[in-house]
């Protein structure tokens, strides 16, 4: 997890992409952590990152307690417009993958309305199955051809953190896992008050709007995260059991 903000992520995406190299950034919640500690394949993935920036107020406490005191909360949904505004301002071309077919459709025309001058080169929802090796080939090289320099993942962890994993170097742009900001910047999901998240209680939110998808994912993982993380604190837990 690194200690960074909204500016430093704007800053080194900009980086990369004048530089021309294939990057992928992290938008990192409990849930990825608790993943990463569960399973080694996906926690070397996560520890592979070019960059993970805590998007959940529990990361941010965290850091904070671990000895990072200028640690603040970089959330998916407020660092998607903030790069889109940078690459609008910047001549950036970016591309959007992921989300149902309605979803990226919705979010087009709002980004559309927002960033007027944006180049959006590219955007494609992909099925909910794996991509067999020939479609998997013509989509990389369709995103390649299409000329976007940043390309923003809206898929579901681990899903996203594999995919940009499993694609940097062959796709050749700055790829960032926004998780569920595709669905809050349409328009489709409802965000939770300010005041929730400042309190760290999001996760709260979510559960009661989409109680049947959800319930699974925080009650197995967030008394775990507590747990454990009072445990390194104490020192008695440092590494993974894996």
Not at 193 to 198: F, V
Request: proline share 8%.
């Amino acid at each position: 997890m690194d200690p960074t903000s909204y500016t430093a992520v704007a800053a080194a995406v900009e980086g990369w992409v004048r530089a021309g190299q294939s990057r992928f950034v992290s938008v990192a919640t409990v849930n990825n952590v608790m993943e990463a500690y569960d399973s080694p394949v996906f926690g070397r993935v996560m520890n592979s990152a070019d960059l993970v920036t805590p998007d959940g107020m529990p990361l941010v406490w965290g850091l904070r307690l671990l000895g990072v005191p200028e640690a603040t909360r970089v959330y998916g949904p407020d660092l998607t417009p903030e790069l889109l505004g940078a690459a609008e301002s910047r001549e950036i071309p970016v591309g959007f993958y992921g989300g149902s077919p309605e979803v990226l459709k919705r979010l087009l025309e709002v980004v559309a309305g927002r960033f007027p001058r944006l180049r959006v080169a590219y955007a494609w929802s992909p099925p909910f199955r794996p991509l067999t090796a020939e479609e998997d080939e013509s989509i990389v090289a369709e995103i390649n051809r299409s000329g976007a320099r940043v390309l923003f993942v809206g898929m579901s962890t681990p899903k996203q953190d594999l995919w940009m994993a499993e694609h940097r170097g062959s796709v050749q742009a700055v790829m960032l896992g926004v998780g569920a900001a595709f669905d809050f910047l349409a328009g489709v999901k409802p965000q939770a008050p300010r005041w929730m998240m400042a309190a760290g209680l999001e996760w709260l939110f979510r559960l009661a709007t989409e109680p049947r998808r959800l319930w699974k994912r925080y009650l197995k993982h967030n008394p775990r995260f507590v747990v454990l993380f009072t445990l390194q604190l104490l020192g008695w837990r440092r590494f993974p059991a894996h």
